[in-house]
């Protein structure tokens, strides 16, 4: 039954993003749209897949709550970040490109730490072993959605030598 789920779950995200990454595609009622139906989606996936007694989703989600809403800000950044690369495609610099590669370096490197952070917290408070079951589940839908988004954007093809965006 978790493997039908999980599998739903990974097709419903690809349904997702099945459009081609635009400006219009990044309007704010549309991103609400899609963190909404990710958000309940995987909220549904990390309660089948950790099966947590009643005692310990007690523990558990409030610390999850903390986290999405950390993760939606970064979530924010990211898509800034991708707003400034949809603007600048056809126009690229070399120090826009720079720009937004460094702030592309920034957000992994942010969501990398939140997630230490929500490690310590989930094995201070419950155990290790939940706390690596969780770290692990979040980075193979954290991959999935990576990968949707990542390859629906183009490669840059040309930067000018221009130091000025």
Do not use: C
């Not at 826009?96 to 490197?109: L, R, S």
């Not at 997630?115 to 969780?134: C, D, G, V, W």
């Amino acid at each position: 039954m978790k493997k039908l789920i999980i599998i739903l779950f990974f097709l419903s995200i690809s349904s997702i993003f099945a459009q081609d990454i635009n400006k219009q595609d990044f309007d704010a009622y549309y991103v609400e749209l899609l963190r909404s139906d990710i958000k309940f989606q995987k909220k549904f996936l990390v309660s089948e897949t950790m099966n947590f007694s009643e005692e310990d989703g007690s523990v558990f989600w409030p610390i999850y709550k903390e986290y999405e809403i950390e993760l939606d800000k970064l979530g924010d950044k990211r898509l800034a970040n991708l707003n400034d690369f949809a603007e600048n495609y056809k126009k690229m610099t070399d120090l826009k490109a720079d720009e937004i590669n460094e702030q592309t370096f920034n957000y992994q490197e942010e969501r990398l730490e939140l997630k230490r952070k929500i490690y310590k917290q989930i094995k201070e408070k419950l155990n290790p072993s939940t706390a690596a079951k969780f770290i692990q589940l979040e980075h193979h839908i954290q991959l999935i959605v990576d990968l949707k988004i990542n390859a629906k954007i183009p490669l840059i093809e040309k930067t000018s030598n221009e130091n000025e965006p």
